[in-house]
């Protein structure tokens, strides 16, 4: 993969501002991504690798635990989802989410849901059991860097490096 395309400014802007990490709802793991497509499993305590979850084809740019800690989600380059089982690393699901990259990736607080902001355009909803996109954001001329539920699930919210935050209705 050539990143030579990622020369947009806002793209970027995006990824010199973007901390690519994680910490498990524990804390005793955090999750780094990288930009060789690879997501790693680091012990905080042994500051040693525990796993590396492999599978996508381009940077991994978002990471999430589950608020169980059980499962994790990397997105990024590829416009995929990943669902990873964190105890064993196994791939759970892959869901081909949008067209451009994925900037950001979040569980619901419920863990049902997950929100993708992506280059598209577009912010998206998709149901964790069934992997099928559950609600459709335009967000006009403006890509939603930055995605979260809020803490009853009911409402979601984004934020653009034009520093626009806006408040959807799920």
Known sequence: ?????????????YLSMKHN?????????????NIDSVAILIDIETGKMVRAFEGHKKAVLSMDFSKDGKMLLTAGGDGIIKLWDVASGKEL???????ELIFDAKFSNDNKMIVTGSWDGS???WSVNTGEQIQYIN???????TVNFTPNDLYLVTGDLDKNVKYWEV
């Open 139 to 145: 967000n006009e001329s403006n890509s939603a860097y």
């Open 93 to 99: 699901k892959s869901i081909s989410a949008h067209q």
């Open 123 to 125: 912010t998206r909803i």
């Open 21 to 33: 990490i994680n910490i498990s709802p524990d804390g005793k793991y955090f999750v780094k991504g």
């Open 1 to 13: 993969y050539s990143y030579t395309k990622w020369t947009h400014t806002s793209i970027l802007r």
